[in-house]
């Protein structure tokens, strides 16, 4: 029975349909895959339903669409990834997931219905991505926002009723999530960031020092705002709306814009 899959050659790998894949009816057997240093891609539908639960995508840069779909996998390295394809990891196994700051493009579902995802980490910096990246993710309650040494901005996303709206890649979690953190690279909150998610409570702030407008507007499940760690600057309409609020520490804040509160 076939165990082990190399995959080998330069460049990009084919993508597959559903059933197309030359190892299909031995996919259930195998259990591990060994990816060739000089692959750039991984095809759609390659692994879909594999039962691989470890992977290292070494210098892989693109993953298709349903790449590992409803494969057993629940770690990854993935170190040179720049683009992830639509329901790429949906429904595996992943407990807790990194993206790297590699990363430019996630397309919609790519980490959707991941049943026992508990902890995401995301990278500051993702230019485009869908707002339905966890759909489903009915576990996950804890996000970390990730940053560089190179510049410390956090995106800005804005209301959906925006002419042209740019939306959390986040927002299927408005209702569930009661984590965020940032890391000490991360300096700015972005605008709307968090708006109106109602099971907010708990924020731990890295090296944030602007928190940006309506970042955290309507999130009424939080008690406390402690500001005293690095925060400088409260944009407007920052914490508006946060109604279970009984206490609130400013620290070192120096500016605070109109109606942050």
């Not at 926002?145 to 002419?163: C, F, L, P, Q, R």
Request: hydrophobic share 40%.
């Amino acid at each position: 029975n076939l165990k082990a899959l190399n995959i080998i050659g330069t460049g990009n790998m084919v993508d597959y349909g559903e059933t197309t894949q030359p190892w299909n009816s031995v996919r259930k057997q195998i259990t591990t895959i060994t990816i060739g240093e000089d692959v750039q891609s991984i095809g759609s539908y390659a692994f879909e339903g594999i039962t691989i639960t470890s992977l290292d995508l070494k210098n892989v840069i693109s993953i298709g669409q349903n790449a590992f779909s409803g494969s057993s996998l629940s770690s990854v390295t993935m170190s040179n990834v720049q683009t992830i394809g639509a329901n790429a990891f949906a429904s595996t196994q992943f407990a807790t997931i990194d993206i790297p700051q590699t990363v430019t493009k996630i397309d919609s579902e790519a980490f959707a219905n991941c049943e026992n995802l508990g902890h995401v980490k995301f990278p500051r910096n993702v230019v485009e991505s869908a707002s339905d990246l966890f759909d489903g993710c009915e576990k996950l309650i804890e996000l970390t926002i990730t940053g560089n040494e190179v510049n410390g901005n956090m995106k800005d996303y804005t209301a959906s009723t925006a002419e042209i709206p740019i939306l959390q890649p986040w927002l299927s979690l408005k209702e569930q999530l009661e984590t965020v953190n940032f890391e000490s690279t991360v300096t700015t909150v972005g605008n709307y960031a968090f708006n109106g998610f109602t099971a907010l409570k708990t924020i731990r702030w890295g090296g944030v020092t602007i928190v940006g407008q309506y970042a955290f507007q309507g999130c009424t499940a939080m008690t406390s705002i402690d500001l005293s760690t690095s925060i400088t600057e409260v944009k407007q309409y920052s914490f508006q709306g946060c109604y279970g609020v009984t206490f609130l520490s400013l620290g070192a804040v120096q500016i605070v814009q109109d109606y942050a509160f």
